[in-house]
């Protein structure tokens, strides 16, 4: 089990000089084909990692390999590949250089441009990185914890990061599906108060306010190699998109769709059928009295000869 807090607080602290050891950079990157909405989600990405590098969007012909050669060019050891196909399913690749790689499908994506969210934080500023009790449960939870900290954690020290804290990115492990979240760090200093005259009047003198952007991850697979090799984990509940919309143009639909169709076109003709009118002159009068006046217009030329006489 953890050791007791009293350990913790004897044990020595690691105090850093502020020496940029760490050089660990991340290739983010994304298909070509990509739609706007995605591509939005890349150039956030981009300004929330100042470790970032970036190239031009990648043909791949489906062979995923080239970003191995495009990384080891820019001497990143991570990678972040935003993969789209049929213009409409998006799907992320996070690898290290030598390996493992998890691919996600990624669902319910919100920019930073398209949320009325009133966060904000500093551009290269580094970021506190939470993961939820679920990523300790299962190992392949607990690889992808590892995985999403070395491209998503700023080094300490980069010549284009910040030196302080003030966001903090959120992984929660929910229904099977990893939930992105983005904090900006408020202090609460209303009125001039300190932090600890705050806590006296019992007011939060921190909070989290969500600046975004947000998405969902539905892991597919981790593979021991970058972008291939045997695969550790797969994921049984995974349905791809194209199995859902084959589900929901079964063979026959067609035809039942036609036929629900037509007897809803019969329905609407008999809701549209006036009602009969007790009032009417014409009932009961065929076409032919329609067009020469009916039995009235003969009575009247009889009414007429007899008062002649």
């Known amino acids: 089990g953890a050791p007791p807090a009293s350990e913790l607080l004897r044990s020595p602290t690691f105090t850093s000089d502020g020496t940029y050891r760490n050089k660990q950079r991340t290739l983010v990157l994304a298909s070509r084909?990509?739609?706007?909405?995605?591509?939005?989600?890349?150039?956030?990405?981009?300004?929330l990692l100042p470790h970032a590098k970036t190239d031009n969007k990648l043909d791949s012909k489906g062979d995923l390999q080239v970003v191995n050669e495009i990384a080891e060019i820019k001497s990143c050891g991570s990678i972040l590949y935003l993969e789209c196909r049929k213009h409409q399913d998006l799907y992320l690749w996070m690898s290290r250089a030598n390996g493992p790689s998890a691919k996600f499908h990624v669902v319910n994506v919100h920019t930073m441009d398209e949320l009325k969210l009133t966060g904000n934080c500093m551009k290269g500023s580094r970021p506190l990185l939470s993961f939820d009790k679920g990523f300790d449960d299962k190992p392949h939870m607990r690889m992808l914890r590892e995985l999403m900290t070395g491209i998503f954690?700023?080094?300490?020290?980069?010549?284009?990061?910040?030196?302080?804290?003030?966001?903090?990115?959120?992984?929660?492990?929910?229904?099977g599906r990893i939930w992105v979240r983005n904090y900006s760090i408020v202090e609460n200093t209303a009125g001039g108060r300190t932090h600890d005259q705050l806590e006296r009047a019992h007011v939060e003198g921190t909070s989290l306010v969500e600046m975004g952007p947000r998405f969902v991850l539905t892991p597919i697979r981790i593979f021991l190699g970058s972008f291939?090799?045997?695969?550790?984990?797969?994921?049984?509940?995974?349905?791809?998109?194209?199995?859902?919309?084959?589900?929901?143009?079964?063979?026959?639909?067609?035809?039942?769709?036609?036929?629900?169709?037509?007897?809803?076109?019969?329905?609407?003709?008999?809701?549209?059928?006036?009602?009969?009118?007790?009032?009417?002159?014409?009932?009961?009068?065929?076409?032919?009295?329609?067009?020469?006046?009916?039995t009235h217009g003969e009575d009247d030329e009889e009414d007429e000869e007899g008062g002649s006489v």
């Open 33 to 47: 084909g990509i739609t706007a909405r995605y591509r939005h989600l890349l150039d956030d990405l981009r300004r």
């Open 153 to 175: 954690g700023t080094p300490r020290g980069h010549p284009k990061s910040k030196p302080f804290v003030d966001r903090v990115m959120a992984f929660f492990y929910v229904d």
């Open 228 to 294: 291939g090799g045997p695969t550790l984990f797969r994921n049984p509940a995974f349905v791809s998109p194209n199995a859902q919309r084959a589900a929901t143009r079964k063979r026959g639909d067609k035809y039942d769709n036609r036929i629900q169709q037509l007897v809803q076109r019969e329905a609407r003709r008999e809701l549209l059928v006036p009602a009969p009118d007790d009032l009417d002159i014409w009932k009961g009068a065929g076409p032919a009295a329609a067009r020469t006046g009916g």
